[in-house]
């Protein structure tokens, strides 16, 4: 069974650029999920999709970064415009359901923000 | 509002050893508790998943419990291997929506 794909692998940017991150979640997963890994830290959930409708996006900083999961499949994280704290590993995480299902993680975009 | 605290930060144990890895938590009213390894440069793999009315969980040489009255959990590690030496995150969902509350990580160095 193929994992959660996520492209790119790495990103450098300079302050004030956009960008745009990739999540393919394992076929079936209703589930997905955008964390944040900041150096040092815990994962922080920025959104929560079920299925192409957003659970929580509480922690989503929404005057710059955007989510989309159309078709309820692929899904898509843009920030526009970076600033420097957004340096961090931005992960993808999917489950079959939400609540008692198993998370499945991606292996990260590394984004640098100089 | 939850907090999850893992202490120690970093861990270096000779191979062979036996060790345990603390989380805690602020509020008990948690659905379940996972803990997870990271390694460097990739995703986070899930070992254990306890559900809030289990007391703990095994796989392999891996064992968790929690104690949801004190609001703590450990993940002991048996016979230690220098494969072992990853980052252990533990992570407590507080509903059935499935999002995590995450700590900090211990970050395991096993030396042969």
């Known amino acids: 069974e193929a994992g959660v794909a996520q492209s790119p692998r790495y990103k450098i940017i300079e302050k004030r650029q956009s960008v745009a991150f990739w999540c393919n979640p394992i076929?079936?997963?209703?589930?997905l999920y955008w964390y944040q890994q900041i150096l040092g830290q815990g994962p922080k959930l920025l959104i929560q999709?079920?299925?192409?409708?957003?659970?929580?996006d509480s922690q989503l900083p929404k005057d710059r970064f955007s989510a989309e999961r159309l078709k309820g499949v692929d899904s898509t994280l843009k920030i526009q415009p970076a600033k420097l704290e957004d340096s961090a590993v931005y992960l993808c995480?999917?489950?079959?359901?939400?609540?008692?299902?198993?998370?499945?993680f991606g292996p990260g975009t590394r984004l640098t923000v100089l | 509002k939850q907090e999850v605290t893992q202490i120690p930060a970093a861990l270096s144990v000779p191979e062979g050893e036996n060790l345990v890895l603390n989380c805690s938590f602020t509020?008990?009213?948690?659905?379940?508790l996972q803990w997870f390894r990271q390694d460097p440069g990739k995703g986070l793999t899930s070992l254990l998943l306890?559900?809030?009315?289990?007391r703990e969980q095994t796989s392999g040489r891996l064992n968790a419990s929690l104690d949801k009255s004190s609001g703590r959990s450990t993940l002991y590690i048996a016979a230690s291997q220098p494969g072992d030496s990853a980052t252990y995150l533990c992570a407590v969902s507080g509903g059935n929506t499935g999002k995590l509350i995450f700590g900090q990580g211990t970050t395991l160095q096993v030396k042969p």
């Open positions: 999709f079920q299925n192409n409708g957003v659970v929580d």
């Open positions: 509020d008990s009213a948690i659905y379940n």
């Open positions: 995480a999917s489950s079959l359901t939400s609540g008692v299902d198993t998370q499945y």
């Open positions: 306890i559900q809030s009315s289990q």
């Open positions: 076929s079936g997963h209703a589930t």
